[in-house]
């Protein structure tokens, strides 16, 4: 679980998150995340919303896998192939987090696939 930290004067976040986490527990680390079945094919082809949809659902599952929830994660990496990707992007993330977003980065940039448009590494404290 994370205590949302924001500064006396910080700005309004843009975007579902917040300026800092303090999380207590022990810490699990999220490997980048990618829209890839078990068999290695490139999931939703196209369709940011629904490849951040299956990003997120699969950081939950590694997350309750290792006995945490939703609430536990208390920082997101998040990689977008296209700037133009980010409000779509931000629809869909904050049906997850929009009630309490933990800390995050976005960066645009390549990813490994051209089929890619969001990768997403995480931090939680369980």
Do not use: W
């Amino acid at each position: 679980m994370f205590v949302p930290v924001t500064p006396k004067g910080a700005s309004k976040p843009i975007a579902p998150y917040v300026h800092g986490s303090k999380a207590s527990g022990e810490p699990l680390y999220v490997a980048g995340t990618l829209a890839i079945s078990a068999e290695g094919e490139s999931l939703h082809v196209g369709d940011i919303k629904a490849q951040t949809r299956y990003v997120i659902e699969q950081i939950l599952a590694v997350v309750e896998a290792a006995g945490g929830k939703p609430t536990d994660i208390a920082y997101n990496m998040i990689m977008l192939k296209q700037r133009s990707d980010y409000a779509a992007f931000n629809e869909v993330y904050a049906e997850f987090f929009g009630a309490a977003p933990p800390a995050r980065y976005c960066i645009i940039c390549e990813l490994v696939r051209d089929e890619f448009l969001v990768e997403i590494a995480s931090i939680a404290h369980i």
